[in-house]
């Protein structure tokens, strides 16, 4: 079946940095999707994307859907300590009875 | 309102017991259901999803089932719970007929003693 690949696992920041993470697959999505997970919630869908090339914003979020149809990422500006939790990119076949195939997700830590 | 309803929050059940989670939705009619099971630090595994009633189609061959006997309930089973099925169950429905995301339930941490 088809797989994400989501970079970086896991990342370590300050408070105000900027943040970006990507997910890769080795097939075409007709949609791509990012959600945030808080520690022993549901995740939560932040963005999504409808076409190659598509930039989308939400407030400080970020996010595109790659030219090629096979990649996307997420860009956090100025993250603050509610922007803790794992991000997960999802790909999404038209064709496919809605399933959507998840990436292992990012942990963010943002440090005061 | 598209809230999902699932419960219980937790649940601690012997190895060779019984399970049922139950998921119940809002919103407008024959949703699109999902039960996804996240293992620790891992990402998403659909389990199974249905497109209407009495229609259910697994995606992985395992010790779980399920069923959705009402248009806005869905039913996560087993006759035995074995250890590999500790972890976090999480019921979704999608959003509107297209490929728009889903919204998910708060999920069951479940673990097999």
């Known amino acids: 079946g088809q797989q994400l690949n989501q970079s970086p696992q896991s990342m370590f920041i300050q408070e105000g940095e900027d943040v970006s993470m990507n997910c890769t697959s080795s097939s075409i999505f007709n949609t791509w999707l990012w959600y945030k997970q808080d520690p022993g919630e549901g995740p939560v869908l932040l963005i999504a994307?409808?076409?190659?090339?598509e930039l989308t914003s939400n407030g400080r979020l970020t996010a595109q859907f790659g030219i090629t149809r096979k990649d996307s990422f997420l860009n956090i500006s100025a993250s603050i300590p509610s922007d803790v939790g794992i991000y997960f990119c999802a790909g999404h076949l038209n064709t496919n009875a809605g399933k959507s195939t998840f990436g292992d997700g990012t942990t963010l830590t943002v440090k005061p | 309102s598209q809230t999902i309803h699932q419960w219980p929050a937790t649940l601690v059940q012997p190895v060779g017991s019984p399970l049922s989670l139950e998921c119940t939705v809002e919103g407008t009619s024959n949703p699109n259901l999902y039960w996804y099971r996240q293992a620790a630090g891992r990402g998403l595994q659909l389990l199974f999803y249905s497109v209407g009633i009495g229609q259910i189609s697994s995606e992985v061959p395992q010790n779980l089932s399920a069923s959705r006997p009402q248009d806005r309930q869905f039913i996560l089973s087993s006759k035995k719970l074995l250890l590999s099925d500790s972890g976090f169950y999480l019921c979704a429905r999608g959003v509107g007929q297209g490929p728009y995301g889903y919204t998910f339930g708060s999920g069951t941490r479940l673990t097999v003693v």
């Open positions: 994307l409808y076409k190659a090339g």
